[in-house]
C-alpha cells in the first residue's frame, strides 16, 4: 500500500511557538491517519527578505529551492499560522514569497498539491484573521489546492495537553476530521 506523503510545518520558529504545537498535533493526528509525514522547521531554511533585484543579481537562495523540492516531493502539506497584525507573519510570507519563484519543469512545484491550514493565539479567535490572507496566498498566489475545511485554536497556551495533544475534545476532533480530510484528499494523488 502506498501512502500519502504530508509535510507539515509552522510559521512561526519562535521558541514555544503555539504554531509549533498546532503543527505538531497535526503531524501526529496525520500519522494516526495512514500518512508519511515529514515536519520541518523553517529555521532550518532561512532566507533573505524577497527583492526581485536580489534575485536577479544572486538568483533563487537554495533553500527556496529546497523547500520548493520538498514541496514537490509531497502529495499535500499542513501549515499552521500565527496572527501577525490581523494576518500572516513575515516569516512565512516571505518563504512563500520566495518558494514562488521556484519553478520545476515550467510548473511551479506546488500547483497540485493540496493544503490544509491551521492558525493558533492565546486570543479567544485562534488567529481566525490570518487564515483568510493564508487562503489566498495558497490558492490564488501558488495555484495549490486547498480543503476548505480549516482549524483556528483559541487560547492556544492553555489549549495543549503536557504531551502536546488538544485539550478540548471539539477542537480536537475538528484537527482529526481535516488531518484526514487532508490525507484521503491527497492519496488520490498516490493512486
Known sequence: MTYARILVFAGST?????????????????????????????????????????????GIPENANKLARLIAAHHGVFIATPEYNNSVPPLLKNTIDWI???????????????????????????????????RKIVQAGLGAILIPEKIEVGRAREAFTESGELAAEPVAKLLRRLCRQLVDVSSRLVN
Open 14 to 58: 519562535r521558541s514555544g511557538s503555539l504554531s509549533t504545537k498546532l503543527a505538531a498535533a497535526a503531524a501526529k493526528e496525520l500519522a494516526l491517519a495512514d500518512a508519511e509525514v515529514t515536519r520541518i522547521s523553517l529555521s532550518d531554511y532561512p532566507l533573505p527578505i524577497y527583492d526581485g533585484d536580489l534575485e536577479k543579481e544572486a
Open 100 to 134: 514562488s519563484r521556484v519553478e520545476s519543469t515550467g510548473t511551479s512545484a506546488y500547483r497540485n498539491r493540496i493544503f490544509a491550514i491551521g492558525s493558533s493565539s492565546n486570543g479567544p479567535i485562534g488567529g481566525a484573521r490570518a487564515l483568510p490572507d493564508l
